[in-house]
């Protein structure tokens, strides 16, 4: 680690920067979609965003803020504060730590979509927690529903960042 880059990937002003507008594009996103962001079927659109956590370890600070602010909103309360930030939080460290280990950008998104998608489990049992439902029955539905959800949006956003790491390097 560098000695002028601290822990999460901030060294300066600029980092800090693209941090703060990663994140409020995360809350931005998630609020304009927010009928299809929270609930047992979601397509939280701001998800795509997980994808930069392959380039930079300063995205999986800023996801998690704009997710841990989005999720005060969230109709599951401050439990979803907790859980669904903390579910965000070890999916981005888990993609941001096995992609390092991945040389093809096209298949570290491959392995960002994935993860990001197998780590839905903890959303879905956090629903199946809350509701007044059999909890195994109501934990494969959330799942199902849920991991959907993430798939197409992260898949949409891998696309979506694919595209721009093109044109802009995501690793500064």
């Keep these: 680690m560098n000695s002028k880059t601290n822990l999460f990937g901030i060294s300066n002003v600029r980092d800090l920067t693209k941090a703060a507008v990663v994140s409020a594009l995360y809350i931005v996103i998630t609020m304009v979609f927010a009928a299809l962001s929270f609930g047992p079927i979601q397509f939280r659109f701001s998800e795509g965003l997980n994808n930069l956590a392959v380039f930079n370890k300063r995205y999986v600070v800023a996801i998690t803020l704009g997710c841990f602010i989005s999720n005060m909103m969230s109709s599951l309360g401050p439990l979803d504060m907790v859980v669904g930030t903390g579910e965000t939080l070890i999916a981005l460290l888990t993609i941001n730590i ?44 959330a799942y199902l529903t849920t991991a959907i959800g993430e798939f197409v949006t992260m898949t949409i956003g891998a696309v979506l960042v694919y595209i721009i790491s093109l044109r802009y390097d995501l690793n500064k």
Excluded at 105 to 126: C, D, N, Q, R, W
């Design 98 to 141: 096995v992609t390092r280990f991945i040389k093809s950008l096209p298949l570290k998104l491959v392995a960002s979509v994935l993860i990001g998608t197998f780590y839905m489990f903890i959303v879905a049992a956090e629903i199946a927690y809350l509701g007044n439902t059999a909890f195994w029955p109501t934990f494969w539905g």
